[in-house]
């Protein structure tokens, strides 16, 4: 069975540091691109940000760039969200998806622009770490 499983949520002040772990299994890990999304409370879900295992290439929303780094552990089969200088606006439930490359549009291009063309090409979904930037 394929698992995603988020963790490294918590409470953090504005200008904190947080790292998100999205821990897999059940795939051929270095084939897929993994994804990261967030709801913040009473807004719709969002792309945060991508990664095509296959060739490393990243991808990240207009509001996270400069501020959030990801990267993928194949020893671990995990993907990280690296998240600096953290604002109150970036208080969500994050969660991570995944699902191999398939034709020529690339997967985190779409998952970081488009949530509902991402629900249509990430074939699995994780539940979500809780993070809450507050003072």
């Known amino acids: 069975d394929v698992q995603l499983q988020a963790s490294g949520g918590g409470l953090v002040q504005p200008g904190g540091s947080l790292r998100l772990s999205c821990a897999t299994s059940?795939?051929?890990?270095?084939?897929?691109?993994i994804g990261w999304f967030r709801q913040a409370p009473g807004k719709g879900r969002e792309g945060v940000s991508c990664?095509?295992?296959?060739?490393?290439?990243?991808y990240y929303t207009d509001s996270v760039k400069g501020r959030f780094t990801i990267s993928s552990d194949s020893a671990k089969n995990t993907v990280y969200l690296s998240m600096n200088n953290l604002k109150p606006e970036d208080t969500a439930i994050y969660f991570c998806?995944?699902?191999?490359?398939?034709?020529?549009?690339?997967?985190?291009?779409?998952?970081?622009?488009?949530?509902?063309?991402?629900?249509?090409?990430?074939?699995?979904w994780g539940q979500g770490t809780l993070v809450t930037v507050s003072s």
């Open positions: 998806a995944a699902a191999p490359q398939r034709g020529p549009e690339p997967i985190c291009a779409i998952a970081t622009t488009n949530y509902f063309r991402a629900l249509t090409v990430l074939d699995y």
């Open positions: 059940g795939f051929t890990f270095d084939d897929y691109t």
């Open positions: 990664i095509s295992n296959s060739d490393r290439r990243t």
